[in-house]
């Protein structure tokens, strides 16, 4: 590094010019080691690289390193030599010197985690393909193109939109053309987009499920929008209360967190409602490639592409960190959409060139496969240990994703999560998924994220899990009329209750 | 690719219950092939693999498959299975059936790129450092913790805000803290962020530079801030007209497009009017690796770094693919920023720890010394090959970044850019840089992205441009006063004047 920064030229900004170079270098050197711009234990380049880089003599920029030496800044050492003091003297305080600001960590600290997270949202990050993803991204970078460094096309790279055009169409149904998919940074980035575009055009209201992600609510919030909660019972959200509203954004293959799918006549209204009044449905598909007991659930956009954004993401299928999500538009919003997101494409190309690799090499779909069949054995075995230890406590929402909702009896959500706590173990209650106007009643119930752990934390979490559940309690008559399913053969059916849900 | 799309069983979305369940199959899949989700010569699973993933007879899936090969919509051959058909009967029209919409390319474009391109504002990006981007993602990959696939901290990696800590205090005097950067896809995404913030704290008016980038403008005017233009003469902008504008946007170290230094009083007054009004300063320090002349101007940002947001990017140093840039904000503004970025990071964390790896191991620096070189050299080559051939044209903001301004005779803008169009020769006029309400005289000038080619296509480019220079002609007395920098040498010092700049 010191050759390199010595041959730069580019670290001291020393203007070391008049009759009195030395002095100008050593308070420059100084100043940039009691600054903090010198790091303790830099090695600074030799005199003679440093006095040709800056055009001096090199015996002065030697005077100058013993001058700093002997009032403690630097050291300097035979075979190593002169490096920025461990300790450096207090500053005499001249003037101007800016200290670090107090209160900002400078250094890294690792994020305290739980002993047991069973926090839903995320997969088990430990079964990232890292060697398939580098292997993906060599294939990418050495086929790409000079111009994929560019800018570029405000709705991400074409090989990914094609890619996925291919994908979604085979695996969910959707009808993508490449040129109606923009790529974003997360679902939640593309909701930004759409609340910008929707809030552009002059919308202010937009539906929302009475359970779903407060995030999500806050960020079309965020746009200037008000979001409405739909009634939300046995068949999932009631579309039947949409009147002249924007939009509705709904996750209609498996409502988050509550597990069910929207009921095909719910489907065939929403669409119906879209066309009659010209609104926007928004559909968020977070975790389509999760399905385990029955024939996967199309996406609803099929119904009508031209009144249906899909929004789809590898945050759940691969890691959220990759950041890639993407949204297919209706033909007439691809332009405002590119608009809105600044005009310019926001996420990095490599990974967009490696995912698209990723999906036509065949190695996205075994990654899903495989992940799913260990999702698919822990949530078996979720159900069949709560059923054991717990058989008051409800599993519902089984049949897809990485969560299942455990419905506890009446009143036992908070005494539930404060034992969690005091087990370490991480893990919501139904509450905090409940829009703040939902018009139903509040249910009990833990939302249990089972992709979350690794696989040697697994069988831990789900100990820690079954240790906190509520004992039975004769009267609590806990989740009256819920069938508990305790099987992964259960077989739900679209459009089937799983458990009752509390309308108002 | 067939195997995995059957045992997937994702794709057909056919729910062959009841009793006619060889009629609902045949049904799904002929609708499949219609509307495109299942694309000419794709691979059917075999009946066997099929009717398991179903759950029905094999003999009703050979049955459908039959039928369809037997209306054209599938062909069957000896060895390699059963295919959907190049071409596909023409539809019978059943309602419902979606086509892909009208006037949506669905096949990838390249875009038409001109014939010598010297645009400013991008790299050479033949130059990027594919091989050795590779072995840092390799290096970063293996050594990364689970956690970094989760959902970050909206601020982006720590291993890179750390790594740009200590490189942007050596290299650009910034003082940076790990804790007070925020990684975001470009510097108009943090400009967006930005302007976010300030338009959430009632701001109304950011003063901008009389020349720069309208889409910088419209970005800002785009969050509902007014842009206003500052004077500009021969010190550069002229800050002395800032009054209680939320903040001003600037370029100080190389202003874009014109190419000069700040000067030194007037980075002072910059700073004074942030101190004594609470205004924000943005510097936009895009291309300040790149300095070929003299001794490196420190960022101005190091004159006050809590009133100062530094904004520094990967986009001319690397490539703007990787969508990589930086905020060093004031303490009391991170916490605004992270809210406004949408609370989550936006960058893969992928590229963020490669970049982070390219840092600390020097390669950045290598990098970035190579590419100084061979950018300084056509510069001399372009700086010398004009004064040669067009002694009229005045070539100024020559001591820094990838793009020189070359002072036309007055009224000749439009002519040159219409002679470069003839040549297939692309460059943009000053005129496009000039905000409408600037206070300031047009100048006729071309600017001159001379990083933009790749090696072998410069020479070309440098001919074609000197190609359409206008000639002498006696009356135009070109660029009245302003001395011709025609060499490398020419020794601008900061705050130098670079030819007269048109001041009202």
């Known amino acids: ?27 420059a050197l100084r100043d940039a080691v009691r600054t903090g711009r010198l790091a303790p234990g830099t ?16 015996n002065t920029v030697a005077d100058a390193y013993a001058d700093l030496v002997a009032e403690g800044w ?29 209160g900002t960590a400078s250094h890294p600290r690792p994020r305290s985690r739980p002993a047991y997270d069973l926090l839903p949202g995320v997969p088990d990050l430990s079964s990232f393909p890292r060697a398939e993803w580098l292997k993906a991204a060599r294939r990418a970078l050495v086929a790409a193109p000079n111009e994929v460094f560019d800018y570029g096309d405000p709705r991400g790279r074409i090989e990914l939109r094609t890619a996925l055009a291919e994908y979604l169409a085979r695996a ?25 575009v929707l809030r552009a055009r002059g919308a202010s209201t937009v539906a929302v499920e009475s359970y ?28 039947r209360q949409l009147t002249d509203q924007a939009a509705v954004l709904l996750t209609p293959a498996h ?26 449905v928004v559909e968020d598909d977070y975790d389509g490639e999760f399905r385990y007991d029955r024939q996967p659930v199309g996406a609803l956009q099929g119904l009508d592409p031209d009144h249906v954004v899909y929004a789809g993401t590898a945050s759940k299928s691969l890691a959220p960190g990759l950041r890639l999500a993407w949204l297919v538009l209706p033909p007439g919003l691809v332009g405002e959409a590119a608009r809105a997101k600044g005009g310019k494409d926001m996420c990095g190309v490599l990974d967009q060139l490696t995912l698209a690799q990723f999906l036509t090499s065949g190695a996205y779909d075994r990654h899903v496969r495989a992940a799913r069949l260990r999702y698919r054995r822990r949530r078996d075995a979720l159900v069949a240990e709560v059923a054991r230890r717990a058989p008051q406590v409800h599993a519902t929402g089984i049949s897809a994703g990485l969560h299942v909702v455990l419905r506890l ?4 959500e908070q005494a539930t999560l404060r034992a969690a706590s005091w087990q370490d173990l991480s893990v919501h209650g139904l509450h905090r998924y409940r829009h703040p106007h939902a018009p139903l009643d509040p249910l009990d119930a833990l939302v249990v994220g089972y992709g979350t752990p690794p696989d040697h934390a697994w069988s831990g979490a789900l100990e820690a899990l079954c240790a906190v559940l509520p004992e039975a309690e004769a009267e609590a008559g806990a989740g009256a009329g819920a069938g508990a399913e305790t099987e992964a053969g259960a077989g739900e059916t679209a459009g089937d209750a799983e458990g009752p849900v509390g309308p108002k």
């Open 1 to 27: 590094m010191a050759e390199s920064w010595a041959t730069l030229g580019v670290d001291l900004h020393v203007e070391p010019t008049g009759p009195r170079v030395r002095r100008g270098l050593t308070d």
């Open 43 to 58: 090695r600074l380049p030799s005199s003679r690289v440093l006095a040709t880089d800056l055009g001096i003599a090199r």
């Open 74 to 102: 630097l050291t300097a050492r035979q075979g190593s030599g002169t490096r920025v003091a461990a300790r450096v003297p207090t500053s005499s305080g001249r003037s101007g010197a800016a200290a670090l600001p107090a």
């Open 172 to 196: 969910r149904g959707v009808h993508a053309d490449p040129g109606r998919i923009l790529i974003c940074a997360g679902i939640a980035h593309g909701l930004q987009i759409l609340g910008a």
């Open 212 to 239: 779903g992600l407060d995030v999500h609510w806050r960020l079309l919030e965020g746009t200037g929008l008000r979001t409405v909660p739909l009634p939300f019972d046995e068949l999932g959200t009631d579309p």
């Open 255 to 280: 409502q988050f967190p509550m597990g069910g799918t929207l009921h095909r006549d719910r489907r065939a209204a929403v669409v119906d409602w879209a066309r009659r009044t010209g609104g926007l």
């Open 409 to 412: 009896p009446p009143g036992t």
